[in-house]
């Protein structure tokens, strides 16, 4: 087993990029936006005490993981850069004992969201990002597969691009159920509309494969939109674990030898 000392882990979405890193026995979590990797290394110089040596990422997103790559490169020329890839994932499905027949084309952030905690019962993981993501893993490691759907923010994006008269109001994330005003509509059509989808998701989920007490995962960027309305008048038992993709990295470089991708 690794030890996760001097080490940054980066997942890099289509919108931003979740970093934790350790170092002297501490741990830090920050976000960085699309628009500001590119000052990665400025944000490392002054957040870590000393320099960093290894970077583990994930990306489902080629530009922001050249310009990840490039920042890291600039903080620290002689930085050990490792990828999660097909390759990694294999490993890492042999020392989980993990059963995913799709791991050719399956994206690193959603093979990191199957590895994150120890699974006893079975996992429902809903990743709400920038693409919307619901996951089955059953009590044995077999991955049965997802659902996709838009994410919450490009809900408002698309409404716009589609008509005439609806603007791209910002999202509420307390709007009453019914409103006259067009902007706390379209902020329920999202919210409320979304919490009634995942609830249905994980009830037939259950029903299907026969596992009414399995875990339901709640994270991704989004997520954070639908938990005061969730938390209120919750629609179906969850945990919330914001850095839940990041800790399938920390776990999958505890577990395989990681090579030096560039």
Do not use: W
């Not at 006893?120 to 919307?132: F, M, P, V």
């Not at 759907?149 to 509420?172: H, I, Q, R, V």
């Amino acid at each position: 087993m690794h030890e996760p000392l001097n080490i940054l882990y980066v997942d890099i979405g289509n919108s931003c990029a979740d970093c934790l890193f350790y170092q002297n026995g501490q741990e830090q979590f920050f976000k960085v936006r699309k628009e500001e990797l590119s000052s990665l290394d400025f944000l490392l110089l002054k957040k870590s005490k000393d320099r960093l040596q290894n970077a583990f990422l994930s990306s489902v997103n080629h530009s922001s993981l050249q310009e990840v790559k490039k920042a890291l490169l600039s903080y620290n020329p002689d930085m050990k850069i490792s990828l999660l890839n097909q390759e990694v994932m294999r490993e890492a499905c042999n020392r989980f004992s993990l059963e995913v027949e799709n791991i050719d084309i399956l994206g690193g952030d959603l093979f990191a969201d199957l590895v994150s905690r120890e699974n006893h019962k079975g996992q429902i993981i809903i990743d709400l990002g920038t693409a919307s993501k619901v996951l089955y893993l059953d009590a044995n490691n077999k991955f049965h597969g997802s659902m996709i759907f838009p994410g919450l923010s490009s809900f408002a994006k698309m409404l716009n691009m589609s008509t005439d008269l609806l603007s791209e109001y910002p999202l509420l994330t307390h709007p009453p159920l019914l409103s006259l005003k067009t902007e706390e509509c379209i902020s329920s059509g999202v919210i409320h509309g979304t919490i009634e989808l995942l609830s249905g998701t994980v009830a037939q989920i259950k029903e299907k494969y026969q596992n009414p007490d399995c875990e339901v995962i709640l994270t991704g960027g989004n997520a954070k939109l639908i938990l005061e309305v969730l938390r209120e008048k919750p629609s179906f038992e969850y945990v919330y674990d914001e850095r839940h993709v990041i800790h399938g990295l920390v776990r999958i470089h505890e577990k395989v030898e990681l090579e030096v991708n560039i």
